[in-house]
C-alpha cells in the first residue's frame, strides 16, 4: 500500500504561481512512477504530469509545458509540482498518484494509488 498526501494548493491570480506537494508513505516510493492529473468541475479527470522513478523522465500535457515543472525528492518520499504562469483554466482539484511502474505514464489506469486531491483556484 501507498498513502499519498496533497498540499499546496490555494487561491492565486492570474499569473501567479503556487508549489503543490505530495507525500508518501507506506511501501516503496522510488522505484514508482509519479504522475499529477487534474480534474476541474463538470469535466473528467486529465493527465498533467508524470516523472520516472528516477527522475530522469518527465512528461507533461501540452496545455501546462513550458509552466510547470514536476520534479521528486525520493529521500523525502515527496513529488513536487511548481506551477507558475497560472491560467484561469488550470482551476481544478488536482490529484497526486503512484504508478504501477517505473516509467511516467499519461493514462490514469497505470496508476494504482491515489491521493485525496488539493483544490487550486485562479481568479481572473
Known amino acids: 500500500q501507498v498513502q499519498l498526501v496533497e498540499s499546496g494548493g490555494g487561491l492565486v491570480q492570474a499569473g501567479g504561481s503556487l508549489r503543490l506537494s505530495c507525500a508518501a508513505s507506506?511501501?516503496?516510493?522510488?522505484?514508482?512512477?509519479m504522475g499529477w492529473f487534474r480534474q476541474a468541475p463538470g469535466k473528467e479527470r486529465e493527465f498533467v504530469a508524470a516523472?520516472?522513478?528516477?527522475?530522469?523522465?518527465?512528461y507533461y500535457a501540452d496545455a501546462v509545458k513550458g509552466r510547470f515543472t514536476i520534479s521528486r525528492n525520493n529521500a523525502k518520499k515527496t513529488v513536487y509540482l511548481q506551477m507558475n504562469s497560472l491560467k484561469p483554466e488550470d482551476t481544478a482539484v488536482y490529484y497526486c498518484?503512484?504508478?504501477?511502474?517505473?516509467?511516467?505514464?499519461?493514462?490514469?489506469?497505470?496508476?494504482?494509488?491515489w491521493g485525496q486531491g488539493t483544490q487550486v483556484t485562479v481568479s481572473s
Open positions: 498518484a503512484a504508478a504501477r511502474g517505473s516509467g511516467p505514464e499519461k493514462r490514469p489506469n497505470e496508476y494504482d494509488y
Open positions: 507506506g511501501r516503496t516510493f522510488s522505484s514508482n512512477a
Open positions: 516523472i520516472s522513478w528516477g527522475g530522469r523522465n518527465t
